[in-house]
């Protein structure tokens, strides 16, 4: 069965520093990957996607994740965070079904 | 710009009332999704449809039910709502299996059973 895991469940920064989070998958075939990013008060919205491709995927407000395949990891990644980065973030993975299965999120809170 | 809506922001229950939330896109998807979103749990699919009137069961469909006699509207309907329903509950869709069949979510709606 697919897995995803979130190993960082709540990261505390300040602005300016760089930001990486994880996120491994358990998978056999084809995967498409995503995180999706939640502000205070918000939906649930698309940071970035990794369908084929360069594994290197570049999103929204200056987030890129990486896809490694050999580990069956696609972590999140920021040079410098900010205060309107707060937010909590999921990772999700899709298989050969239209089903994501999502990990169990990382809450990031960004001091000024 | 693409939008799904759900029915309600908050809701309060009592325990044993049968409670109806609604869900419709604007975006001509064939599927759509509800999703309880628990702290520490993530999101975990109670229910997905891929077509009018098809469905088909998550990992946590027990004591839920949904309803899709339209393609742009799914229910999710508890049939008497207990205390351990309290949680988060999102509504997404999507395109069909395809390069960009992300998933697009609601606000969410927020029941307290009680």
């Known amino acids: 069965a697919q897995s995803v895991s979130q190993h960082n469940h709540h990261v505390i920064l300040s602005e300016a520093a760089s930001l990486e989070l994880g996120c491994n998958y358990s998978?056999?075939?084809?995967?498409?990957l995503f995180w999706y990013v939640q502000y205070p008060g918000q939906h649930l919205q698309l940071l970035l996607k990794y369908f084929s491709g360069d594994p290197l995927v570049k999103g929204i407000k200056g987030f890129e994740a990486e896809f490694i395949k050999s580990k069956f990891s696609f972590n999140l990644r920021k040079p410098s965070v900010q205060w309107s980065d707060t937010a909590e973030y999921f990772c999700a993975v899709k298989g050969n079904t239209d089903k994501l299965i999502f990990g169990t999120g990382t809450r990031l809170q960004v001091f000024p | 710009d693409v939008k799904v809506t759900q029915s309600s922001r908050y809701l309060v229950k009592r325990t044993g009332e049968k409670v109806f939330l609604e869900c419709v896109q604007d975006?001509?998807?064939?599927?759509m999704f509800w999703y309880r979103q628990d702290p520490g749990l993530g999101l975990r699919l109670i229910y997905f449809?891929?077509?009018?009137?098809?469905?088909e069961k998550g990992d946590i469909p027990e004591g839920y039910s949904v309803s899709r006699e339209k393609k742009e509207r799914f229910s999710l309907i508890l049939e008497s709502a207990s205390t351990n329903q309290t949680s988060m509950y999102l509504c997404?869709?999507?395109?069909?299996?395809?390069?960009?069949?992300?998933?697009?979510f609601g606000p969410g709606t927020r029941l307290t059973v009680l």
């Open positions: 975006m001509d998807h064939e599927n």
């Open positions: 997404a869709s999507s395109h069909r299996t395809g390069a960009y069949n992300e998933q697009f």
């Open positions: 449809s891929y077509d009018v009137k098809m469905k």
């Open positions: 998978y056999g075939g084809t995967v498409n």
